[in-house]
């Protein structure tokens, strides 16, 4: 499957290559990164937080070996610069010891002026071979300044490059602490995020109900809108309605009067006769 996806891709690009020579190619080849961007974004979000937060993680473990490994370079180089240093001290001792011998030779030249004979070191030799190994001790000499000075020059330049190793060792712990605390920050602030997420999933959502409460209120207001306006009815009727209301109700009454007495006349009129 995966052979099959990288020869698709190879094969795309490779159209987008051919593509590209053309204006309405060049115009594909950027819409294609653009899309291909955007897909990658899309893959680098679809990664959980703590799958990344864990990645992280052990990318900062993982750089332990590579400390080692730089730490065990450190110690060989340290070494191999003790050596060179002893090396560089017993040069410079030759040398000293090479440049006496020498000025004890001339200063033998000197002193025997134009005698065939020169004793130098308690032997006489004759004055020609003096000469000739007095002038091969000097070449002998000079060459090995050059080679100490050399030496000197490369031993200050490893030691530079030592002190900068450790440097770098310094550097490297104090960053990685301080990375470890970023993680150790960002790890924390996700599970505040995740409990907050969790809280708020069974929080009761009471909107809903607020609306109900809402819809009874008005509905109580009109009601009471509704019997205040019948009261006020009541109290601000037409006047002269009500006063005829008023005749007529005492009308009725005297009409009911008259009514239930007439029985007890008719009853006096019986008796009389």
Known sequence: MMKKIAI????VAAGLLILGATGVGRKACSFARLGWNKVEKG?????PVEA?????????DGIEPAKKKHMSKMAEEMVALDNLRHKVEAQRASLNEQEKAIRKTREALKTSGDAQFVTVGGQEFQRTVVETRLTRAFETFKIGKESLKSQEQLLEQREAALEN???QLRSFDSTKAKLEVEVAKLEADLNNLRTQQQ?????????RLGEIKAGIDKV???IEVQKTELKLQAQYSDPIIKATEEAKTGDSLKEIDAYFAK???DKAVVEQK
């Open 199 to 207: 809280t708020s999933r069974l929080h009761v959502d009471d909107s």
């Open 220 to 222: 109580r207001t009109r």
């Open 43 to 47: 893959m680098e979000d679809a990664i």
């Open 52 to 60: 990344e937060l864990a990645r992280l993680k052990s990318d900062l």
């Open 8 to 11: 698709a891709a190879v094969a």
């Open 263 to 265: 029985p007890k006349d």
């Open 165 to 167: 190793a450790r440097e």
